[in-house]
């Protein structure tokens, strides 16, 4: 596990994390689908090509749990995360479909500290997931809340 | 599998759909969390009783998708859905613990036709999910798509 070294103010308005890649399988969409979203276009081929996702397509709640998992791998797990309270809005724009390679970024939009939390800031993003064609298949925009550094650890 | 009876013209304004019960197991909580949200607070029970959430505690995400199959349950598999472009917002308020138990509702706000697609009608709903306290632990509003009946089937 790498050490936690991203703080409230290494998110500064403007900087950018890159996210992926990350292969989609046949058979985690299944997995995933066959657990918590049961349709027809999420569990077989057939039914997904006859669907107008076009072919056997990832749930959109897998998507925003696989977008999840490349946000925690590229900077969340690193940083002095305090959670976040939800997603301001989420929208599922293409097709995730068994063979995509996904990408995108997060972007810092805005940051404040959090006055009823002292020591704790807010950071805003927006985030894209990509897949390999450069087209966004999921954006979203959701605020995190991250540890502010100690003051010793800057004047010490 | 039941056979799909609901259409568009079934989701009125105020018509609420029951979610749940669903229990929620320490196993499913590290499971979802060893594969898309490895944070302490949702792999390790003593790290989760340190943490703000109080004890080992559902990544937002797999209350979201657990959201999801309650949905499923309730009405989406037996409806003629053509799927959700993505979610209006979406606010986890509350931890969802090891051992508890998940309800709710989909409450109908508003539907219209959709004029791009004729044929098929968008429903808005809002979705709470709420602990075996009654407390509301996710929230959330979101559009889905449903056909509408053939007219064949209510004028022949």
């Not at 077989?44 to 998507?63: F, N, P, V, Y």
């Not at 009823?116 to 298949?137: A, D, L, M, W, Y």
Request: charged letters at 25%; one cysteine or more; aromatic letters at 8%.
């Amino acid at each position: 596990m790498s050490e936690a070294n991203l703080y409230y103010e290494d998110f500064a308005p403007g900087r950018s994390f890159a996210l992926g890649p990350r292969q989609v399988t046949t058979e985690e969409i299944i997995e995933f689908a066959r657990e918590f979203d049961p349709q027809p276009m999420h569990l077989d081929e057939e039914a997904g090509k006859r669907s107008i996702l076009g072919g056997l397509a990832a749930s959109g709640w897998h998507t925003s749990a696989m977008f999840m998992r490349m946000m925690i791998d590229s900077y969340l797990l690193r940083s002095h995360s305090e959670g976040a309270p939800g997603v301001d809005f989420m929208e599922w724009k293409k097709p995730v479909l068994a063979g995509d390679t996904l990408g995108g970024s997060s972007t810092v939009l805005e940051s404040r500290p959090l006055r009823s939390r002292p020591g704790i800031g807010v950071v805003k993003f927006r985030h894209e997931v990509t897949n390999q064609h450069g087209e966004v298949v999921c954006l979203s925009e959701n605020s995190i809340m991250f540890r502010m550094r100690e003051r010793s650890e800057v004047s010490a």
